[in-house]
Structure formats: C-alpha cells, structure tokens
C-alpha cells in the first residue's frame, strides 16, 4: 500500500509514529529549503529546530483540518507557518524604506495578471531567472516587467528605491495572506491551470479575478513555488532522519531483515 500525505496528515493529527516519520524524511527538507531562501543561513540554522518542534507541538495548527489536503496545499501552508514560526522566533529588522499593500495595488494596477506576478516574485526574493523558470518566461521578459512596476511604485511613493519590494517582501506576504475575501479562489482552480487542466473559460474566470485580488496572486505564487520545491525535493535517508526522529520522540524505523543483511539505509 502506497502511504501519502493524506495518510500523513491523519496520523501526525493522531500523533502516531508513522505519520511524524513521513513528515521528517519528506517535509523537513522542504522546511529547510524555506528557510534558507527567505532568511540568512545563520538565522535560518538557528529557528531551525525551534520551527520543527513548535510544528510538534499538538496546539500547532497546521495538521487541524477535519479532511486532510493534497500535497501541494499542504506545502504550501506549511510555508507559511514556517514564515511565520521564523518571524516570532528571530525577527527580521523593519525595512528603511516601507511600501505598503495597499500603495503597491494602486501603483500595479495597469499591470496585466502575469506582469503582477513577475512583480510579486520579487517580493518572495526570486531573482528574475528564477521567476523566469518558475513562470515558463525568459528571464529577460522578467526584468523589463520589474523595471516599468519600479517606475510604476516610484510615482506613487514619497520615498523609494529600487529594491522596494524585494526588502518589504515579508510585510507584503502577511498584508496578502490576510487580505482574503469571500470570492477568493480555491487552490484547485490555480492548481488546475498549472497542470494544463483549465479551459480557456475557466481560465478567463480566474485572471478576472485574481487581476485585482493581491490574496489570489500571493496565493498562485506561492502554489508556484510549492510545485517547484517539490519537484526539486529530495528526502531525508534513514541516517539523516534519525536525528529528527529523536527529537520529536518517535521511535527508530525498523529496516526490513533483507536490508540489515545487506547493510542497507
């Protein structure tokens, strides 16, 4: 029988064993390419474990869901909550120069869905090869959308520079999570145009929405990105786990009687 995140889910909401290995072998290397984007190495080393004990803990919400989610959601929440259990633990200093949500979707308005989105990445520190992969464009189509929304905020600012976004992208991220309202989109409908599974009306619906709704492209970032840092994963092996499996109390993976006669991981 296949084991999958849904099965995980279940069981780290029951607090069984099984359910808290899978999350160590296949989630803490994708807490740790988090942290280490959005954060220096040394402060990121240090919440580390901080972070993978808070998500321990049964008061954690990110396994409260009465129905357990795919994987790709599921990443995707765990980002956040990984953000934010970083920020309360070791904040970051304010930027010199602020920019707020409100002031950025003014300024981008004339930007079309995507433009917004290449503008957005760099808010979530992606430089524009990076966002060039994540949204099949060249990178050079990037950095020309990235210079006319600089100018764009620049006029509607009374102090700026040009890495505005990029220093306020935290402050930006939390101002969009929170700025949900009742029409925002489900994560299927993003998922489903980036799986190619959309129509051309479905698609239509989506961009006139999310056109204006900073949540909803905040929101189709960050499922960009979840599917680029999982397809880029790779899990822990039985030794690298093990450590983590001590530290959240669960009890070592017995290897099958073949793999210890032959020295297996």
Known sequence: ?????????????????????????????????????????????????????????????????????????????????????????????????????????????????????AAWLETMRYAPGQSGTLLRMAPVTVEKIRERAAELIRHKTDAWRRTLLWDNGLQLGRAAAASSGSQCLPAKIFLDVLDGRSTWRGREDMEHHVRGCWHCIDRFCRLVEVVELLRANRPLTGGEAEPLRKLFGVATEKRPAWKRLFGQA
Request: proline content about 8%; glycine content about 2%.
């Open 1 to 117: 029988m296949i084991y999958t995140c849904y099965d995980m889910i279940r069981d780290c909401r029951a607090n069984r064993a099984e359910g808290w290995a899978y999350f160590i072998s296949n989630y803490v290397p994708v807490t740790r390419t988090i942290l280490t984007h959005y954060f220096q190495p040394d402060a990121a080393g240090r919440v580390m474990e901080r972070i993978l004990l808070a998500l321990r803990q049964p008061e954690s919400s990110l396994f409260a869901s009465v129905e357990p989610v795919p994987e790709r959601p599921f990443v995707a929440e765990l980002r956040q909550h990984v953000l934010a259990l970083a920020e309360r633990f070791e904040p970051a200093a304010a930027p010199e120069i602020t920019v707020d949500l409100e002031t950025l979707a003014t300024a981008l308005e004339p930007l079309s869905v995507v433009e917004k989105q």
